[in-house]
């Protein structure tokens, strides 16, 4: 019998009210990586260390790095927050039930009967200045280098599939430029 794939994630609910959102982004800002913040008319990509990122501004939004993904979107006037930290992740913020509470779901539906799987998988974006667009994106996230232009932004995620390969869930990881 082959062993069992392990979870290697922890997930927990958030706040879903705004003030309490932006301030759990808060708490994780500095550790991220990566940002992916949305609003009625943009997409942004900037770096989540230097910047005040508020919920009422962007409704829906990630920020994460390889051990975390902070995800939240408002709803019928409430916010649906998630948090996802894989299991080996050495930094949590002490206040973390301030905030989250965890739940089992996920790891429940992954290692229901023969267990789940992981897959890392990456979808490459759009490119800074794609004219179908009508306008320039700008990945201020990603670190820069002398021949990102010349480059594709891409975005590394990971799957979990449960045993009869449903997607139950996914996470962002990292963004990177790839020729």
Known sequence: MADKTKLDLLVYIGPNEGIKVKEAIALFREKAEFAILESLTKTDFPDPKNTDIDPEVYP??????????????????GYSCVLAVTTDCKWKPENLSD????????????????????EDYSVFLRLEKDPSLGRSLKYECI??????????????????????GQLIFWRYCKMEWKV
């Open 60 to 77: 829906k939004g990630r920020i994460f790095s390889e051990d975390f993904e902070l995800r939240w979107e408002k709803r019928n006037g």
């Open 143 to 164: 670190q820069n280098g002398s021949t990102k232009g010349k480059l594709n932004p891409v975005l590394h995620l990971k799957r979990y599939r449960d045993a009869r």
């Open 99 to 118: 905030y989250f509470f965890e739940t089992n779901e996920i790891a429940n539906e992954f290692s229901r009967g023969s267990g789940g799987v992981i």
